[in-house]
C-alpha cells in the first residue's frame, strides 16, 4: 500500500491534511482550503465531528470509533483510517495509519512526514478515537487542483521588454568574457614567441576598453533585474494582498495573523525562482549550446570530459530533492508559527504587562524561533553539502581537463594557449549549466511557497458585483428589515443562533439585550453579511441579503464595533476613513458635536490634524469610541448597528449621545447593550438568551413581563 504524504500548511491543519491524503488514495485531489471550509477548521483546529461531516460530502462512508488495542489485530479493518492523538501530552493531532505489519505501524504524520512505530509506542500517544472511511457505490474520483507555479508565466511575458534587454546585456558580457579568453591564447601563442609588440598594445588597449564596457552592461543588468524583481513583487505580492482584502470574515476568524502574513513574504521565494527561471531559459540554455559546440570544436575528448561529469552533477541534485521538498515544507510552517505568536504577543502586550507575563511569552517565542532555526539551519546545511559537492564535481573536472589537456599539448596535439583558452571558456559552460540545474532548489521552494499562496487565491471572494444587481434600488434600505427564522454556527461548533424570527421597521431604534455570549454581537454581524446564515434569510425590504452586493450593502448598513480600528494618520484622515463622497467641514463639526468629541478636539493644538498614533494608542477607550460613532454617521448609512459602541463612555456622556442618536428619524439604528437604560430609551427591545430571541417589545410591556428582561432589570439596577 502506498501513501503520498501530504504536509499540513498551517498549524491547525493536521486534520484537513489527513483527509486530503485518504482522498488522493482513492484519486481524488481537493485543495487544502476547500476541506477547512467544508470541515469547519478554526484556530482550535478540526473535530471529529467536522471530519466525518466533511469525508461525507465526497460520498464516503465514515464511522467514528472508540477503540483499544485489539483494533490492530482485526484482519477486516479499513486502511487508511485517521487516528487521533495526543503529542507531549500537550496539543492534539490527527495521522494517517496507512499499513500495519505485525507490530509495526505505517503512519503518515502531516506534520513530521512518513513514520514506522511499534503499537506500544503508538499507543502511548493515541486517545483511542479512530475514523473509519470508504467509498460508497456513488463515490467518484475527481481532481481540483489548485495552480502551479507555471500560472506566473504570464507575469513574466508582460515584462518581455525588460527580460530582453536583460538578455542582450548578459549576451554582450559573456561575449566579452569569450574574447577575453582568447587573449591568454594568443598572448602565449603568438605574441610573445613571435614579438609582436605593436599588435599587442593595440589589442591590450581594445581589451581594455572591451573590459571597462563589460562592467558598465552589468551594472545594466543588475539595474534591470532589480526593475524586473520589483515589478514582479508588485504583480504577485500586491496581488496577494488585494485578494486577502476582499475574502469573507470567516476566512480571518479561522486563521491566525501570522500564516497570512508568511504567505505574503513566501512570495519573495517565487519571485526569485521566476527570475531565475526566466533568465535560464532565455539566456543560460543558450549559452551552453554555444559554448559547447565552441569547446566541441576545440578539442573533442577534453570536452566529453568536461561533459562526463553531467550525471554527477544531476545525481547529486537528484539525492537532495525529497529533503529539500520536506525540510522547505517544515521551515515555512516553522516561520508561519513564529510570526503568529509575535503578532499575538504584540496585540497583547498590556494583558502580558499586567499579569508580568513577558517571560513566559518570550519563553514561548524563543522556544518557537529555536524550532524555526533548526529547520533553517538543516536546509541551508543540506544546502552547503550540495554546494561542496558540485563545487567538488567542478574541481575534479577542471583537474582533469588540465591534466590531460597537457599531455595533448606534450603530445602536439594543442598548444599551451589552446589549452589555457579551452580551461577559461569552461567556465562560460558550466557556470551557465550550474545555474540550470541550480533551479532546482529555487523551484522546489518556490513550488511550496506556491502551494501555500495559492491555497489562499483559490477561496473565492466575498461577492462582487453583476448585472442584476446593478438594478438593486437602494431605497431598500430605507424600509423594514425582515429577519425569518435565522440560525448560525462557526464551522462545526454548537449553533450560537437558533430560529431568530423578528423585524425592525424603517427609522426604528432597536436594543438588542442579553448577558454575554447570547449571541448579540453574531446577530449584528450577519445583518452586514460579514458571515452567512446556516438557515432562514435577511430581507431588506423584500430583498435577500444574499443577492445584495456586499459593497452596497455595507454602504447602506454600517457596523460599529466595540474597538474600531485606527490608523496612523490625522484625526480627520481617521474620520474621512473610507468615504466615497466629498464631506463639508461643517458636517464634519456638526457631528463631531452630537458625539461630543468637538470639545476634545479644540483642546488639541492642532485640531483635526493631530496625529494619531497606531492602533490610536494616544486616545482613551472614550476617546476612540467617539471617534468611531462620529466616523459612523459621516458615513450616512441608513442603517447602524452599534456593537456596544458607547460602552467605554462614562453614564453622563453616554446619555447625551444616545439621546442625539435616538432624535435622527432618517437613521434605523440596533444597539447592542449592557446597560439597560439605553433599553428604556428605545422603540422595541429585543432580548436574547443562549442564542434564542426569548422576549421583544417595549420597556413598559418586558420590565414587569416577569421573563429574562426583567431579571437583567433588576440586576442592573
Known amino acids: ?17 489527513c483527509l486530503a491524503m ?39 462512508d465514515c464511522q467514528a470509533i472508540q477503540a483499544d488495542s485489539t483494533v490492530w489485530r482485526e484482519k477486516d479493518l479499513t486502511l487508511p483510517l485517521i487516528a487521533h492523538i495526543l503529542v507531549d501530552q500537550k496539543y492534539f493531532h490527527y495521522v494517517v495509519i496507512y499499513k500495519i505489519q505485525g507490530d509495526i505501524l505505517y503512519i503518515a504524520d502531516p506534520g513530521k512526514g512518513l513514520l514506522k512505530q511499534t503499537i506500544k509506542e503508538f499507543e502511548a500517544q ?34 518581455k521588454g525588460i527580460i530582453f534587454h536583460i538578455v542582450l546585456a548578459s549576451f554582450f558580457i559573456t561575449l566579452f568574457g569569450v574574447l577575453s579568453s582568447y587573449y591568454f591564447q594568443g598572448i602565449i601563442d603568438y605574441f610573445i614567441p613571435n614579438s609582436l609588440i605593436s599588435t599587442f598594445n ?29 515589478r514582479m513583487s508588485i504583480s504577485i505580492m500586491l496581488s496577494y494582498f488585494k485578494h486577502v482584502l476582499k475574502l469573507p470574515m470567516s476566512f480571518f476568524s479561522t ?7 508568511s504567505r505574503f513574504l513566501d512570495a519573495n521565494k517565487i519571485i526569485d525562482a521566476l527570475a531565475s527561471a ?24 577534453l570536452f566529453i570530459i568536461a561533459l562526463g561529469t553531467l550525471p554527477f552533477y544531476i545525481l547529486a541534485i537528484g539525492i537532495f530533492v525529497k529533503s ?72 575534479i573536472s577542471t583537474v582533469l581537463i588540465l591534466w590531460i589537456g597537457s599531455f595533448f599539448v606534450m603530445d602536439g596535439i594543442i598548444s599551451l594557449g589552446q589549452l589555457i583558452t579551452f580551461n577559461a571558456l569552461l567556465v562560460f559552460f558550466t557556470d551557465p549549466l550550474q545555474s540550470i540545474i541550480n533551479l532546482q532548489t529555487k523551484i522546489q521552494t518556490a513550488q511550496v511557497a506556491n502551494r501555500r499562496i495559492n491555497e489562499i487565491f483559490y477561496i473565492e471572494p466575498e461577492k462582487k458585483k453583476n448585472e442584476t444587481e446593478k438594478n438593486i434600488d437602494p431605497s431598500i434600505f430605507h424600509n423594514d428589515i425582515t429577519i425569518k427564522n435565522i440560525s448560525f454556527s462557526y464551522g462545526m461548533k454548537e449553533p450560537v443562533l437558533e430560529g431568530i424570527t423578528t423585524s425592525i421597521s424603517s427609522g426604528e431604534k432597536v436594543a438588542l439585550v442579553g448577558v454575554s455570549g447570547s449571541g448579540k454581537s453574531t446577530l449584528a454581524k450577519l445583518l452586514v453579511h460579514f458571515y452567512t446564515p446556516s438557515e432562514g434569510e435577511i430581507l431588506y425590504q423584500r430583498v435577500n441579503m444574499q443577492d445584495i452586493d456586499t459593497h452596497l450593502l455595507r454602504d447602506h448598513v454600517t457596523y460599529v464595533p466595540q474597538e474600531s480600528f485606527f490608523f496612523h494618520g490625522t484625526i480627520i484622515e481617521n474620520l474621512l476613513f473610507g468615504l466615497s463622497k466629498n464631506i463639508s467641514f461643517n458636517r464634519i463639526i456638526q457631528v463631531c458635536e452630537m458625539v461630543q468629541l468637538l470639545e476634545f478636539i479644540n483642546q488639541q493644538p492642532l485640531r483635526f490634524d493631530t496625529l494619531i498614533e497606531e492602533g490610536a494608542s494616544n486616545l482613551s477607550g472614550g476617546q476612540k469610541q467617539r471617534l468611531a460613532l462620529a466616523r459612523a454617521l459621516l ?64 420597556h413598559a410591556e418586558l420590565r414587569y413581563h416577569g421573563g429574562v428582561y426583567q431579571k437583567l432589570w433588576e440586576i442592573d439596577d
Open 22 to 60: 485518504i482522498l488522493n488514495y482513492y484519486k481524488t485531489e481537493v485543495p487544502i482550503n476547500k476541506l477547512r471550509e467544508i470541515s469547519g477548521t478554526d484556530t482550535d483546529g478540526t473535530s471529529a465531528f467536522g471530519l466525518k461531516t466533511c469525508i461525507e460530502k465526497f460520498n464516503f
Open 324 to 395: 529539500f521538498d520536506r525540510l522547505n515544507e517544515e521551515e515555512m510552517t516553522a516561520g508561519a508559527m513564529v510570526n503568529s505568536s509575535i503578532i499575538e504577543s504584540l496585540k497583547g502586550i498590556e494583558t502580558i504587562k499586567s499579569y508580568n507575563g513577558e517571560e513566559k511569552v518570550y519563553e514561548k517565542v524563543d522556544q518557537q524561533f529555536i524550532q524555526l532555526m533548526k529547520k533553517a539551519f538543516k536546509k541551508a546545511n543540506l544546502d552547503n553539502i550540495q554546494q561542496g559537492l558540485k563545487h567538488s564535481i567542478q574541481l
Open 126 to 159: 493515541w486517545t483511542g478515537v479512530l475514523l473509519l472511511m470508504t467509498p460508497n457505490t456513488e463515490y467518484q474520483p475527481s481532481v481540483e487542483k489548485v495552480k502551479n507555479i507555471s500560472s506566473y508565466f504570464p507575469i513574466i511575458l508582460k515584462q
Open 202 to 230: 593595440v589589442i591590450s588597449i581594445g581589451l581594455i576598453f572591451m573590459s571597462i564596457f563589460q562592467v558598465i552592461f552589468e551594472y545594466v543588468r543588475g539595474y534591470l533585474l532589480i526593475i524586473l524583481g520589483q
Open 255 to 261: 486563521r491566525k495573523s501570522g500564516e497570512i502574513i
Open 1 to 17: 500500500m502506498t501513501m503520498k504524504l501530504i504536509k499540513q500548511q498551517d498549524e491547525k491543519d493536521c486534520g484537513v491534511a
Open 278 to 301: 526566466t533568465l535560464s531559459i532565455f539566456l543560460d540554455i543558450g549559452m551552453v549550446i554555444t559554448i559547447g559546440i565552441t569547446l566541441f570544436i576545440q578539442n573533442k575528448e
Open 635 to 698: 458615513k450616512d448609512a441608513e442603517i447602524l448597528l452599534l456593537d456596544e459602541a458607547t460602552s467605554g463612555l462614562d453614564t453622563i456622556l453616554e446619555h447625551k449621545i444616545i439621546n442625539n442618536l435616538i432624535q435622527l428619524s432618517d437613521k434605523t439604528i440596533l444597539f447592542i447593550a449592557h446597560r439597560l437604560s439605553i433599553a428604556k430609551a428605545s422603540d422595541k427591545i429585543l432580548v436574547m438568551d443562549g442564542g434564542v430571541l426569548v422576549e421583544q417589545g417595549t
